[in-house]
Antibody
């Protein structure tokens, strides 16, 4: 069965960087895009970007462009999201989600990683 | 960028009620419109993709309709497990995948 397992919670200071991992299993990793979505407290879902797991080509939201880098390691079926210059409003739960081949809907999600930015 | 606007932002309803949530796109998305359900402390789950196609395992009381800029999610008879927040999402614009702001469905 398809599973996306994310790394554990992080606490960071303003200005630092955080790297969240997402290990995929149960399907061919390189056949699908991996997206990253965040959910800040009291807010809605925010799409951050995606990576083509086969080619490594990325596309990012303008809201985080310049601070976010998405990469993948196909040898271990793992995607990564690196966010730099952290601010307090980056405090959120970060999710990876697989983009399906049906209207690119997100059919499987990771369990989420809480990132807290606090001095 | 395409903006997605849901209404209402919150809704109180009772078990057994019929509920409709609307989603409007700032420009046409064809039928590239998906719906998700999120319960507190949990990851979202896919309910409907391509406007009206139920994801496997989703009960038939959920349905979706629309095209272009106006879409609806309908729950025909609310069950206790349906109280959650619902999000629409467009998937026509590459690479951006915009979500609506969410509709919180609460028990009356």
């Amino acid at each position: 069965q398809v599973q996306l397992v994310q790394s554990g919670a992080e606490v960071k200071k303003p200005g630092a960087s955080v790297k969240v991992s997402c290990k995929a299993s149960g399907y061919r990793f390189t056949d699908y895009y991996m997206h990253w979505v965040r959910h800040a407290p009291g807010q809605g879902l925010e799409w951050m970007g995606r990576i083509n797991a086969k080619t490594g080509v990325t596309g990012y939201s303008q809201d985080v462009q310049g601070r976010v880098t998405m990469t993948r390691d196909t040898s271990i079926s793992t995607a990564y999201m690196d966010l730099s210059s952290l601010r307090s409003d980056d405090t959120a739960v970060y999710y990876c989600a697989r983009g399906s081949d049906r209207y690119d809907a997100f059919d499987f999600w990771g369990q989420g990683t809480m990132v807290t930015v606090s001095s | 960028d395409i903006q997605m606007t849901q209404s209402p932002s919150s809704l109180s309803a009772s078990v057994g009620d019929r509920v409709t949530i609307t989603c409007r796109a700032s420009q046409s998305v064809g039928i590239y419109l998906n719906w998700y359900q999120q319960k507190p402390g949990m990851a979202p789950t896919l309910l409907i993709y391509g406007t009206s196609i139920l994801q496997g395992g989703v009960p038939s009381r959920f349905s979706g309709s629309g095209s272009g800029t106006d879409f609806t999610l309908t729950i025909s008879s609310l069950q206790p497990e349906d109280f959650a927040t619902y999000y629409c999402q467009q998937s026509v614009l590459t690479p951006t995948r915009t979500f609506g702001q969410g509709t919180r469905l609460e028990i009356k």
